[in-house]
């Protein structure tokens, strides 16, 4: 059975720092993983999706890396902004997709202005 | 283009009753998927439908039921409410069914008293 764990389970940080989100899967052979944002009380929002053939995907300040073969992906966050502060989920689709996405608990995250 | 729409937002219903929550995906897409989250958990898989059929369900009691529409909508009925299965509910879209990107909707909360 698939696991995710996503480590810190919670980060306070000053705004305009750089920051790394830690995200790790028990099962190789997925086929994507996909990085989320959720605010308080609302549904979730995408951020990034790498494919398991590739190793990174970058959209503005964030870039995540996927390292299949040790099960480990990270969330790069640049330049933090209070903005910034939410819950970060990261999941993962074995092939097939009949399973759905496996998520971790998520990290929160709180920039400090 | 709108995205994943839900409704009701919130719900509040006794121990014992049914409810139904609807989903409507994004324009052109055909899998519809829906998940559980409880509080401080990530989302748990529930569903997943394609083109109108069942393709995956996770590990959830068979009081929890869906469908798909022609249209691609689709409903999650809930039946012999427990106070256990307050929690957000949420349903996301996808153009295709093996692990494409997931997009989600702003939930519905429910709540049994």
């Known amino acids: 059975k698939q696991e995710v764990t996503q480590i810190p389970a919670a980060l306070s940080v000053p705004e305009g720092e750089n920051l790394v989100l830690n995200c790790s899967f028990t099962?190789?052979?997925?086929?994507?993983l996909q990085w989320f944002r959720q605010d308080p009380g609302k549904g979730l929002t995408s951020l990034l999706l790498?494919?398991?053939?590739?190793r990174e995907q970058t959209s503005g300040r964030l870039n995540a890396s996927l390292d299949k073969s040790s099960g480990r992906s990270t969330l790069y966050i640049a330049a933090s902004q209070p903005g910034d502060s939410a819950t970060y989920l990261c999941?993962?689709?074995?092939?097939?997709?009949?399973?759905?996405?496996?998520f971790g608990k998520g990290t929160h995250l709180i920039i400090q202005p | 283009d709108a995205g994943v729409t839900q409704s009701p937002t919130h719900l509040i219903k006794t121990r014992g009753q049914h409810v139904t929550l609807r989903c409507s995906p994004i324009?052109?897409?055909?899998?519809v998927s829906w998940y559980q989250q409880v509080l401080g958990q990530g989302p748990q898989f529930i569903f997943q439908?394609?083109?109108?059929?069942?393709?995956g369900r996770g590990n959830f009691p068979d009081r929890f039921s869906a469908r798909q529409f022609p249209n691609y909508s689709s409903e999650l009925n809930v039946n012999a409410l427990l106070l256990g299965d307050s929690a957000l509910y949420l349903c996301a879209s996808s153009l295709a069914g093996e692990g494409t990107e997931a997009f989600f909707g702003q939930g519905t909360r429910l709540t049994v008293v």
């Open positions: 324009s052109g897409h055909k899998s």
């Open positions: 790498i494919q398991s053939s590739q």
């Open positions: 099962d190789s052979a997925i086929y994507n």
């Open positions: 439908y394609y083109e109108k059929e069942e393709r």
């Open positions: 999941a993962v689709i074995r092939g097939g997709g009949a399973d759905g996405l496996t």
